[in-house]
């Protein structure tokens, strides 16, 4: 089992910077890959970033590549989002996810743990 609890997440104007923490506890959080997603009012879960166990291979949604970026201190247990040049687009909960298999995958199915979610809101 795996707890995965977000933070970092509030209100920000168009332009400005956030960074997401998740802080991981239970099983050993270097075996994990580390995704994150994000979810807005009616509208699907979608794929935002990953990043693999150990290897540090990311991988990132042609809609963030370039502004945000996914990181991982396994001494922390922690992985981290920053998230640059925001746009009121970006307004969703965002949430990390677990993935045993470390495959990288932008499919939230394939992620056996996820947090509560932490609230992202840009203001245009």
């Known amino acids: 089992q795996v707890q995965l609890v977000e933070s970092g997440g509030g209100l920000v104007q168009a332009g400005g910077s956030l960074r997401l923490s998740c802080a991981a506890s239970g099983r050993t959080f270097s075996s994990y890959g580390m995704g994150w997603f994000r979810q807005a009012p009616g509208k699907a879960r979608e794929f935002v970033a990953s990043?693999?166990?150990?290897?540090?291979?990311?991988t990132y949604a042609d809609s963030v590549k370039g502004r945000f970026t996914i990181s991982r201190d396994n001494a922390k247990n922690t992985v981290y989002l920053q998230m640059n040049s925001l746009k009121p687009e970006d307004t969703a909960v965002y949430y990390c996810?677990?993935?045993?298999?470390?495959?990288?995958?932008?499919?939230?199915?394939?992620?056996?743990?996820w947090g509560q979610g932490t609230q992202v809101t840009v203001s245009s």
């Open positions: 990043i693999h166990q150990w290897a540090g291979t990311t």
């Open positions: 996810a677990a993935d045993y298999s470390g495959s990288l995958s932008g499919s939230p199915y394939d992620y056996e743990y």
